[in-house]
């Protein structure tokens, strides 16, 4: 990398675990949950060459993200610095419509951006979505009402759309928990 590009983290904790932020001059450019400070330092040598811990006071984005999991924020105001490809991008800014609350299907997505037989492309985009919450994954389900596919695990899934307010039905088949929206 020649550009010299730069970005800032800092840390919490949440309701679904400990989670950091990375964000850039531009934006909000990684979130990530369940996983260790040298894991993150290792997702952003990919793609930054210089990774600074931030020391100021608490940032917007970690502020806003505060204030969502104490139920005071539903919609997020902050920039995002996000890079993926014109198809990912498309979902993210579809994702962001989702209203806090709410869900919508892979197929709801797929139609939305143009590509109706597209939803396995849409869970793809969604697994490279790298700022979740902001950017709601979590609000995606499959048709049957079914909770599947989260990157952060389906336990945080059920958590973070139970902090929406959305009733989550717990069913067991064949020894497997399975977790639907009623």
């Known amino acids: 990398m020649s550009n010299d590009k730069k970005i800032y983290y800092e840390?919490?904790?949440?309701?679904?675990?400990?989670?950091?932020?990375?964000f850039t001059s531009k934006g909000l450019a990684r979130l990530e949950f369940s996983i260790r400070k040298d894991q993150f330092?290792?997702?952003?040598?990919?793609?930054?060459?210089d990774i600074i811990e931030y020391s100021g006071t608490a940032s917007d984005y970690k502020k806003q993200i505060s204030l969502y999991f104490e139920k005071k924020l539903k919609s997020f105001n902050l920039p995002l610095d996000l890079v993926g490809t014109p198809f990912q991008l498309s979902v993210w800014q579809e994702l962001i419509k989702i209203p806090y609350g709410e869900v919508r299907t892979y197929k709801d997505?797929?139609?939305?951006?143009?590509?109706?037989?597209g939803f396995r492309a849409v869970g793809m985009?969604?697994?490279?979505?790298p700022v979740s919450i902001v950017v709601p994954c979590h609000r995606v389900i499959g048709s049957s009402k079914e909770l599947v596919g989260y990157?952060?695990?389906i336990e945080a899934k059920v958590k973070l759309l139970k902090l929406e307010g959305l009733n989550i039905i717990e069913k067991e088949?064949?020894?497997n928990k399975l977790y639907y929206v009623s």
């Open 173 to 175: 088949r064949n020894g």
């Open 11 to 22: 840390s919490m904790e949440t309701d679904i675990g400990h989670l950091w932020i990375g």
């Open 109 to 117: 997505i797929a139609i939305a951006v143009g590509k109706a037989k």
């Open 125 to 129: 985009a969604n697994n490279r979505n």
């Open 41 to 49: 330092a290792v997702e952003l040598k990919k793609s930054y060459d």
């Open 151 to 153: 990157g952060g695990g």
